[in-house]
């Protein structure tokens, strides 16, 4: 006679977790508005009703999901700029750009972050949005202490990073010459990887 299985429940920050993981896949497929909190549920395999006891609001949802996004932004920068991340050649924006690119390539993350930047209308999350660039700003321009033009060059070549591969620019860079160009000029060396990518 086997030996009954010994199942083990997950505790609720682990719930959370998971059906924030859900919330962040299914907004990226739909967007704020084109996901309702049973779009969530599904995704997550529990039930509507869990998720708003759990959450609240889909607003309150879709913010967690977004500040995951902008957290794991900043959280990749600090490893760069507090040196435990390797700068290629001494150079911090080669290693930022690098961290960024590298953070991106996770498709579901890239498009939340999209979608909240766009849901800008979204009073709640329009201010998140905000407050989330000023963040990333401050942080790139007083570790490195470069000018304000130097930090918004940097970010507006990631924003450019960011709607390149939100359209699948790598994985159809050898349709177009001239988006072959782009792609090339925007990712580098990385273009061969994120060809592959999903």
Not at 128 to 142: P, S
């Amino acid at each position: 006679m086997a030996a009954p299985t010994k199942t083990t429940r997950m505790d609720a920050s682990d719930r959370r977790e998971l059906v924030l993981d859900a919330a962040t896949r299914a907004f990226a497929k739909g967007g704020y508005a084109g996901t309702s909190t049973d779009a969530v549920a599904k995704e997550a395999g529990v039930s509507q009703p869990y998720v708003v006891r759990m959450f609240g609001t889909k607003s309150e949802l879709f913010r967690l999901a977004f500040q995951r996004a902008i957290d794991g932004i900043m959280e990749a920068f600090d490893a760069v700029l507090n040196g435990t991340g390797p700068y290629p050649d001494g150079d911090v924006w080669a290693a930022l750009g690098g961290a960024y690119t590298e953070l991106v390539a996770d498709q579901d993350l890239l498009l939340v972050m999209m979608h909240g930047f766009t849901a800008g209308s979204t009073p709640e999350i329009g201010a998140q949005g905000r407050a989330g660039m000023a963040a990333i700003y401050t942080q790139i321009k007083d570790s490195t202490g470069c000018t304000p033009d130097e930090a918004r060059d940097f970010i507006a070549n990631g924003m450019l990073l960011n709607c390149l591969l939100a359209m699948q620019a790598p994985q159809f860079a050898e349709d177009d010459p001239a988006l072959g160009e782009l792609a090339i000029c925007a990712f580098g060396s990385d273009l061969d990887q994120l060809k592959n990518a999903p």
